[in-house]
């Protein structure tokens, strides 16, 4: 509001007020000032966290963050979930955050104050980006060479389905606590859990505990109508797999701290693996913040919100049967680079169509920017099938989780350029959005192809022969299974 005299103006009447604002301008002030009470418009939303927690104006910036932290969460989850799940194991890792999850959703849902609210719905996607990145990494172990694209397809299938339904859900419950346990149910689902999910046979054998390996390999085996070696002559077997120094229980502590903290940081450290972790770092977060910003700008393109997310659910199926199809015949490496340079150019024509001209088609835009959103979405669970083939068993949590924690850093600076930036300038995100895929693009030429070969087992040694190995054997059982 103006620094006007409101009740002089109501006095002389508007249309005076409006003549002569130097009448009712205080100390001939006319700068604006902050409101001391808001008015919103309950017609179609009556009880948001908008309106409950006067997230608006100078509050703007309070909104972004809502958004921003769930993918702050996810960023915590990465940081910790990938080194404790090749720490401990990937099922108690899964479990624990199932169970975590559910209680820190729930009680968002009862959030008093504005900061309860967005602390426990940091640490519900904390916990569920575990969850995902635990059951992920397991399905690629689980899975042979020859399933692991189609596998890695169909395990994010069912994402889409649950994004295509968020607007449903959102369309016909409009206050948001009862909104908010409406989408926190769907963790019961996995709840059995604790009864049907096995331990990774190949943590298992790089973790030296090659009996428990051989009864997940056999239990598979079994249900899949497949034959495997007796019991005993398959733990001879995968006995030999295992590496040959295994930290024991009596180390003194210094070692265990000094070793784990060795291995947090080896994907940095270690010339082997030094380019391409920075490469993937940048990548998942290039991914990762054009895939949120694109998701989430309806708002900034005036389209219809619900039919903008659904749409958008429905580009997601799309994207993976489209990429589940392409992995059958085409590199990883040549289409990552084809997603990103697709989305680039998709995005850069929004940009100039928005810098140009003053008045554009809504069609159109809504129809690039969810192009650009078919692209973005297939690089993005291109870039995981991709990470989980680069490194070995011994890193491969560790370089899913830390490259998660570049993509949640991406998926932070997301809404702030949506909704900060782009207030400013309408085209700028677009521009940005399109700059860092073009980069990406670039920089995912250098990596090395891994379509048609196994799954690495790096610091693995047979002791029949003591010389390092793909572990051939390893992946002829799982094969097997």
Same mark, same amino acid.
């Given at each position: ?5 409101y009740?002089?103006a ?8 409006i ?7 205080i100390?001939g002030?006319?700068?604006?000032v902050?409101?001391h009470?808001r008015?919103?418009?309950?017609t179609?939303y ?5 309106i409950?927690?006067?997230l608006? /104006?100078?509050r703007r910036?309070?909104y972004?963050?809502t958004q921003a932290?769930?993918?702050a969460?996810?960023l915590?989850?990465?940081l910790?979930?990938? *080194? ?6 990937r099922r108690?890792?899964? @479990?624990?955050?199932? @169970? ?15 900061l309860?609210?967005v602390?426990m719905?940091?640490l519900?996607?904390c916990?569920l980006?575990g969850?995902y990145v ?11 060479q ?9 395990f ?9 339904l968020?607007p ?11 909104l908010?346990?409406?989408y926190t149910?769907p963790?019961?689902l996995?709840?059995?859990?604790f009864w ?14 090659p009996?428990k390996?051989?009864e997940?390999l056999s ?5 899949n109508g ?9 733990v ?5 797999m295992?590496?040959?120094?295994i ?12 070793s784990n903290m060795?291995?947090?940081f080896?994907l940095?450290t270690d010339?082997?693996f030094?380019v391409?972790?920075?490469i993937?770092?940048f ?10 910003g694109?998701s989430l700008?309806a708002?900034?393109?005036s ?8 749409l958008g #659910?429905?580009?997601?199926?799309v994207s *993976?049967?489209?990429?589940g ?7 990883r ?5 084809s997603?990103?340079l697709? /989305? ?5 024509v929004i ?11 809504? #069609?159109?835009?809504m129809?690039?920017s969810l192009?650009?959103k078919?692209a973005?979405t ?6 995981y ?6 490194f ?7 370089a899913?989780g830390? /490259?998660n924690?570049?993509?949640r850093?991406g ?5 702030y350029?949506?909704?900060?930036? #782009? ?14 895929s073009l980069?990406a693009?670039g ?7 891994t379509?048609?070969t ?7 040694k047979l002791r ?13 059982l799982?094969?097997r299974a």
């Amino acid at each position: 509001m103006n620094n006007y005299n409101y009740t002089k103006a109501a006095e002389i009447g508007y249309s005076a007020s409006i003549e002569n604002p130097d009448s009712i301008a205080i100390a001939g002030d006319h700068s604006p000032v902050r409101c001391h009470v808001r008015d919103f418009n309950t017609t179609e939303y009556k009880s948001t966290v908008v309106i409950e927690w006067d997230l608006v /104006c100078e509050r703007r910036a309070l909104y972004s963050t809502t958004q921003a932290a769930t993918q702050a969460g996810a960023l915590v989850s990465s940081l910790v979930f990938g *080194y404790f799940l090749d720490r401990f194991g990937r099922r108690p890792v899964i @479990l624990a955050c199932v @169970l975590l999850s559910l209680i820190s959703c729930l009680a968002s849902t009862v959030a008093p104050v504005f900061l309860f609210y967005v602390i426990m719905k940091s640490l519900g996607s904390c916990f569920l980006s575990g969850v995902y990145v635990g059951c992920f990494v397991q399905v690629m172990e689980l899975s042979s060479q020859s399933q692991r694209s189609l596998m890695g397809t169909l395990f994010v299938m069912p994402w889409a389905f649950g994004y295509m339904l968020t607007p449903f859900i959102a369309y016909f419950i409009r206050p948001w606590r009862w909104l908010q346990a409406a989408y926190t149910l769907p963790i019961l689902l996995l709840l059995p859990y604790f009864w049907l999910l096995p331990e990774s046979p190949r943590w298992l054998i790089s973790a030296g505990s090659p009996r428990k390996a051989a009864e997940v390999l056999s239990a598979a085996a079994k249900a899949n109508g497949r034959v495997l070696p007796p019991k005993e002559a398959l733990v001879v077997s995968l006995n030999a797999m295992i590496p040959l120094k295994i930290e024991k229980p009596t180390e003194k502590i210094s070692h265990v701290i000094k070793s784990n903290m060795r291995h947090l940081f080896s994907l940095i450290t270690d010339s082997d693996f030094r380019v391409k972790t920075l490469i993937c770092y940048f990548c998942w977060f290039g991914v990762s913040m054009v895939y949120s910003g694109v998701s989430l700008n309806a708002e900034v393109m005036s389209v219809n919100l619900y039919i903008y997310v659904f749409l958008g #659910g429905v580009i997601e199926v799309v994207s *993976y049967l489209f990429l589940g199809l392409m992995l059958r015949y085409v590199g990883r490496k040549s289409l990552l680079v084809s997603v990103y340079l697709l /989305c680039a150019i998709t995005i850069s024509v929004i940009a100039v169509l928005l810098a140009i001209f003053d008045q554009v088609s809504m #069609g159109l835009i809504m129809f690039l920017s969810l192009s650009g959103k078919l692209a973005i979405t297939a690089a993005f669970h291109l870039v995981y099938i991709y990470t989980a083939e680069l490194f070995p068993t011994t890193h491969r949590s560790l370089a899913v989780g830390q /490259c998660n924690v570049m993509a949640r850093t991406g998926g932070i600076v997301s809404p702030y350029i949506n909704d900060l930036l #782009g207030a400013v300038i309408s085209w700028g995100p677009s521009v940005l959005f399109s700059f860092v895929s073009l980069v990406a693009a670039g920089l995912a030429l250098i990596l090395p192809e891994t379509k048609g070969t196994n799954l690495t087992e790096k610091g693995i040694k047979l002791r029949k022969s003591e010389i390092d190995t793909d572990t051939d054997e390893n992946e002829a059982l799982i094969n097997r299974a």
